[in-house]
């Protein structure tokens, strides 16, 4: 009988949370976790480690993928208010650094964004099966992409999102294993040998939006 209630207490909440309307939600500023990410003509990119500081405006990513048949490793510290990249190699203790010519994209829900669905992804059979999420769709002022983001409910937990370029394709992009604050915050700190003789400076950064900048 115990269970029963316990039951149906946590269905009446999830229910309740339910017939709550959705607001536009801002992600925590520091995350932490793993991002995969599907580009136009088929490429696509496991980031085995991302991290995020949206007061900085950093990103780190570290990446191994395919690229036709040839395996891709990369681990990129984008500096986006200096308007740096860097490709870090441990391998070999050297740096290319390039221009960044991206703007910034937090994430976050745009004031702009309509609502379209909220949905359990999982079941609502039981406690601990299902998680409530939302889905916004929009187009993007500065980059006039339409896009589609789905968030946790709960906690603003990015999920997963698409944005559509016109003359370039969709990037679809999903998040798992997130954690809320950085374990380390020197992740977004250059190595001192990128500081050397070793560092090859790119004057031609092509990156112009968040997606050609992590690709």
């Keep these: 009988m115990e269970a029963v209630l316990v039951l149906t207490i946590i269905m009446s909440a999830l229910l309740s949370a339910l ?12 995350l932490q976790g793993k991002l995969a990410v599907d580009f ?13 500081d949206a007061l900085e405006e950093r990103i780190r990513v570290v ?9 891709v490793f990369m681990d990129r510290l984008l500096l ?21 010519d991206a703007t910034f994209t937090p994430i976050a829900i745009p004031l702009d964004a309509r609502h379209r669905a909220q949905v359990v992804l999982g079941s609502l059979s039981s406690p601990a099966q299902g998680l409530l999420v939302n889905n916004w769709v929009g187009t993007d002022a500065k ?16 999920i997963l999102s698409m944005y559509h ?21 020197m992740v977004f700190v250059p190595p001192d ?9 790119w004057k ?11 690709l």
């Design 80 to 100: 986006f208010r200096e308007k740096v990249y860097f490709d870090i190699s441990y391998h070999n203790k050297s740096c290319i650094k390039a221009s960044l």
């Design 19 to 30: 017939a709550q309307k959705p607001h536009h939600c801002k992600s925590p500023p520091y």
């Design 204 to 214: 031609d950064g092509k990156a112009v939006n968040f997606f050609t900048a992590i």
């Design 63 to 71: 990446a191994v993928g395919k690229e036709g048949e040839h395996d």
């Design 165 to 185: 370029f016109d003359g370039v394709g969709h990037f679809l992009s999903s998040f798992f294993d997130m954690v809320i604050g950085i374990e380390d915050p």
């Design 143 to 158: 980059t006039k992409a339409n896009y589609s983001l789905t968030f946790t409910e709960l906690g603003c937990i990015p």
């Design 40 to 52: 136009p003509e088929g490429k696509s990119m496991v980031y085995e480690k991302f991290y995020y």
């Design 193 to 201: 040998f990128c500081f050397s003789k070793n560092l090859v400076e």
